[in-house]
């Protein structure tokens, strides 16, 4: 290969233009925009000195008539590089990349951490072995498969990007953040506990005090911080039968005994909550079940709590997701004792990813949780509060339910249907509400086994056997979810599952 130096001027130009091509794989399509990328590629081009400090960059309109990208997109790149000190603007020659410390360079190569056989014996040491937990699981390129039956995962065609970028956005105006930007401790943002005490609640029928709300990183840590507050190796915690894997594994991290409290179509059997300290329930939606917990049995349940001085915590994970035209309460509205711990989730209708929940409880609950929150992780992120309460107050909240429920009755229908066509051997209870249905396959059908074969197919399906505490065996029982499920896939997803039911059979 020619030396540079050796080239005619026009090689040598061609040789730069690869050079710079190679640096930059820009994505027109990758939701990012090119002048995030272009600076992107820079940035990690001088940090991994790939870049030396000196180089000559090319011209704003030469590097755009390389890259295909318009003039102003380049000269933005540059003004922010330049700005962040990682380039230099020369008096008539353009830009060169800055000589940055020591540290910037050494701190950005990827090294890989030496093994050594004198390390720690992990397995030793670590006290507790989470990961031998029964836990849900998907494939991470689950989005990949044309048939994706799984559960908690949204639409992104129905987020309102545009409104909640404009919420994000007014969440960064500078008396925003002069709000936000403080620590906290173990505090909330003010607005989103109002827009909660205005908006969410009182469509479940709860009225709140600010003193009876906490925001939480999703149900998840509500649970977390519950079983640490009220549980112990002393205590006996009432799980629906089936019921939510993760709840079942933060109680019994707590030593707490299990009490399966079996599921019936309209709630769960009374008589297995004696003596339970605690129950852990979902009854406006059964997880996984998605059965309704009728007026009637939540009234009796609460009875018995009244009569046996025990506490429930009522997961209403999902609860704005009902097609019915009235929604039945929540039972901490008629909760007179405050013996109901309410759960509520805004990472479901919002997106998985925002991680927001809430929790309300006794004013005395609260502020035990408020502490021990402190001690875990402070508070969650301020300006994503800020932004979910702006969200809401300013109607996009509700907007977004409504579509939400229109999009996912629409989906039910079509499952229900396409079931009851494709798949007669499959027993399932029709979808009022919810996202995911319950389904049970004929005797002898193992559902693990179902979901393998159906993989192979491009199905994703859930295996039922992880919802119970005591699964019967073979498990026939699967969750089919559908809420991000394309509505023209429903149908041939199902019709292409009917088949393996049988192979699935021991």
């Known amino acids: 290969m020619n030396h540079p130096l050796q080239m005619t001027p026009p090689a040598r130009k061609q040789a730069a233009e690869r050079a710079w091509n190679q640096l930059f794989q820009l994505d027109p399509e990758g939701g990012i925009s090119l002048q995030v990328q272009i600076r992107r590629a820079f940035v990690a081009a001088i940090l991994d000195q790939r870049l030396a400090a000196g180089s000559k960059l090319p011209s704003s309109r030469m590097l755009a008539q390389q890259l295909g990208v318009a003039r102003n997109t380049v000269n933005a790149a540059y003004r922010q590089l330049a700005d962040d000190g990682l380039i230099l603007a020369q008096p008539r020659s353009g830009y060169q990349v800055a000589a940055l410390p020591e540290e910037a360079t050494r701190s950005s190569a990827p090294l890989a951490a030496p093994a050594s056989a004198n390390g720690p014996h992990w397995a030793a040491r670590i ?79 709860i009225f709140a005090s600010a003193e009876q709300i906490m925001i939480t990183v999703g149900t998840q840590h509500a649970l977390f911080m519950l079983a640490e507050l009220l549980a112990s190796a002393h205590s006996v915690v009432g799980v629906e039968e089936p019921g939510y894997p993760d ?79 009235t929604a039945l309460p929540a039972m901490k509205s008629f909760d007179a004792e405050g013996r109901v711990i309410y759960l509520g989730s805004l990472s479901k209708t919002l997106a ?60 039910a229908k079509i499952l229900n249907a396409a079931l009851r066509t494709h798949a007669p051997s499959l027993s399932f209870t029709p979808l009022r509400g919810g996202s995911s249905a319950w389904v049970q396959g004929p005797a002898g059908m193992d559902s693990g086994l179902l979901a393998k074969l159906a993989e192979k197919q491009g199905i994703l399906i859930e295996p039922g056997e992880l919802f119970f505490h005591q699964p019967p065996v073979p498990c026939p029982y699967f969750r089919l979810g559908f809420a991000s499920t394309p509505t023209d896939k429903i149908a041939e997803g199902i019709k292409r599952l009917a088949p393996l039911v049988n192979q699935a059979r021991l």
Request: net charge positive.
């Open 247 to 325: 709840a079942r594994n933060i109680f019994a991290l707590r030593g707490a005994a299990l009490r399966p409290l079996p599921v019936r179509e309209d709630g769960i059997e009374i008589a297995a909550l004696r003596g339970c300290d605690l129950a852990y329930l979902t009854p406006s939606h059964q997880c996984p079940s998605s059965t309704t917990m009728s007026l009637a049995a939540r009234q009796a349940v609460l009875a018995h709590a009244q009569r046996h001085d025990q506490l429930i915590i009522e997961d209403d994970y999902d609860s704005e997701m009902s097609f019915a035209e």
């Open 352 to 411: 998985p990813g925002l991680r927001l929940g809430f929790m309300v409880a006794a004013p005395e609950l609260i502020a035990e949780a408020r502490v021990l929150r402190r001690l875990m992780l402070r508070h969650p992120p301020a300006n994503n509060q800020r932004a979910t309460a702006l969200f809401i107050s300013l109607g996009h909240y509700d907007s977004l339910l409504g579509r939400v429920k229109k999009s996912l009755a629409e989906r």
């Open 127 to 205: 006290g507790s072995r989470y990961s031998t937990m029964r836990n849900i699981s998907k494939p991470a390129d689950w989005h990949r498969y044309p048939y994706q039956f799984i559960y908690g995962q949204p639409d992104p065609a129905l987020f309102p990007i545009a409104e909640w970028r404009a919420c994000s956005r007014a969440a960064l105006a500078v008396l925003a953040i002069r709000d936000w930007a403080a620590d906290m401790i173990d505090g909330d943002d003010v607005a989103l506990i109002e827009q909660l005490q205005r908006r969410v609640l009182p469509r479940r029928g």
